[in-house]
């Protein structure tokens, strides 16, 4: 079966400097599936990165998100509504979160940090507590639990990857031996780092998580924030 397993750029300005972010696409002949959207109004980059293969976000037949955080999920619900028939994964423990049906962890952190900043880091908090009021909400289609097999490009299996937040997922693609580990791990000058661990909600199995991952000896690891660890 021919497939293939696409690295996506999605850049956005953020006070003084720009984030860059690597959605992955899981396209074979039966499935367009996403891992992660971006940011607040990253649809039109993603349109123009799908553009780029000759795809569209109406083309899409699903989108994992990885967690809950503004820079994975950012884009969904203006996702869902281009593209209505798309089939939303996530984990059972993200999705209330995801759906807003529970405050999500991250605005509720956030608001907790903004009472103890120092007075010339409160802008900077308040600005940052309001954009993650405006994340839109998004119900999830379908859970995805540990071990879950998937038939995308040729096999992907779920691992349960808690600490960056309580259900965090990631994924192995079991062909080509690559692991997609949204914020299970990130790459800071070329090395495994867990990401941004002044925001992990639980930093000791943030690190079990990402030793899980590096323990399967994957040729790839595509993180979500710093590209690719291993043969690109
Ligand atoms: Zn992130």
Redesign the pocket.
């Known amino acids: 079966m021919e497939y293939k397993i696409l690295r996506l750029v999605i850049t956005a300005p953020f006070g003084d400097t720009v984030n860059t972010?690597y959605p992955t696409l899981l396209w074979d002949e039966k499935n367009i599936v996403l891992v992660?959207c971006g940011f607040i109004g990253s649809l039109s980059t993603l349109e123009k990165e799908l553009g780029q293969h000759w795809l569209s976000v109406k083309r899409l037949t699903g989108l994992v998100l990885t967690?809950h955080?503004h820079?994975?999920m950012g884009a969904a619900a203006a996702i869902k509504r281009v593209n209505p028939n798309i089939k939303i994964y996530a984990s059972q423990a993200e999705a209330s979160y995801i759906s807003a049906e529970e405050k999500p962890l991250r605005l509720k952190q956030a608001e907790e940090m903004q009472k103890m900043l120092p007075s010339d880091q409160q802008d900077f908090g308040s600005a940052f507590c309001d954009m993650l009021r405006r994340v839109e909400p998004v119900l999830v289609d379908e859970f995805l639990h540990d071990g879950d097999k998937m038939d995308w490009c040729g096999g992907c299996h779920i691992i349960a990857t808690p600490g960056?937040t309580p259900g965090h997922i990631s994924l192995f693609m079991e062909k080509d031996s690559i692991v997609i580990t949204?914020?299970a791990m990130?790459l800071e000058e070329g090395r495994p780092v867990i990401?941004?661990p002044q925001f992990t909600l639980d930093l000791n199995h943030a690190e079990s998580s990402m030793n899980k991952i590096l323990s399967l000896k994957a040729n790839a690891y595509y993180c979500?924030?710093g590209g690719v660890y291993g043969k690109a």
């Open positions: 972010v992660d967690h955080d820079d994975h960056h949204g914020d990130a990401a941004n979500y924030h």
